[in-house]
C-alpha cells in the first residue's frame, strides 16, 4: 500500500473554517472542477461532519463533461477556451442546477502543468468562480506558481478564500 500524503494543515484549517461558515449561514456547497480533479471536495469531506454542509463535487475534466453535465455551451468553449473566467461562471451555473439543495457553488478551470500552457495561459493560470444565488459571481483569473501539485494545492486555497469572502 502506498503513502498518501496528508492534506497540509492549512488547507484542513480552511476547510474547516469553509464548513463553519457554511453551517452558520445553514448553506451546501457543490464543487465544479476540472484542474483540482476532485480535490476542493475531498479536502473538505476529509473532515468528519462535512455532509452537513457539502452536497456534492462534480469533476468535469474534459469539454465533453462540461458541457454534458454542467450545460457549458459549445460556444462559449469555443469562444473563450476551457480555460477562462466565462467558462467557470457557466461551470459553476451548471453545478447549482444539477444539485439543487446546494446554495452556493464553486467552479475552478485551469491548467496545472507541467504541460498545456501557451503564451496567453502558462501554466499555473486559474480561473475560479464562486456563485450564490442571486448574487453577481466572484470569478477571477489566477496565475499560481510550481510544478503541478503547487498548483492544484493553491488553486484549492484560493478557491477557500473566495467561499469564505462570499459568506461573510
Aim: contains cysteine.
Amino acid at each position: 500500500m502506498a503513502d498518501v500524503p496528508a492534506v497540509p494543515r492549512s488547507l484542513s484549517d480552511q476547510a474547516s473554517e469553509v464548513l463553519q461558515a457554511l453551517r452558520s449561514r445553514g448553506d451546501r456547497l457543490v464543487t465544479a472542477e476540472s484542474c483540482t480533479g476532485g480535490l476542493i471536495a475531498a479536502t473538505l469531506t476529509a473532515l468528519a461532519g462535512s455532509s452537513d454542509a457539502v452536497e456534492g463535487g462534480l469533476v468535469t475534466y474534459s469539454n465533453a463533461m462540461k458541457m454534458s453535465v454542467l450545460d457549458v455551451a459549445e460556444t462559449t468553449l469555443a469562444s473563450h477556451g476551457a480555460v477562462s473566467e466565462t467558462v467557470a461562471v457557466e461551470m459553476a451555473m451548471g453545478a447549482l442546477g444539477c444539485a439543487q439543495d446546494a446554495t452556493i457553488a464553486v467552479a475552478v478551470t485551469g491548467i496545472a502543468g507541467p504541460g498545456g500552457g501557451t503564451e496567453a495561459k502558462p501554466v499555473g493560470t486559474v480561473c475560479l468562480c464562486v456563485m450564490q444565488g442571486a448574487k453577481t459571481p466572484q470569478r477571477e483569473t489566477a496565475h499560481f506558481a510550481g510544478d503541478r501539485e503547487a498548483v492544484r494545492l493553491a488553486t484549492v486555497s484560493r478557491a477557500f478564500e473566495m467561499i469564505l469572502k462570499a459568506l461573510s
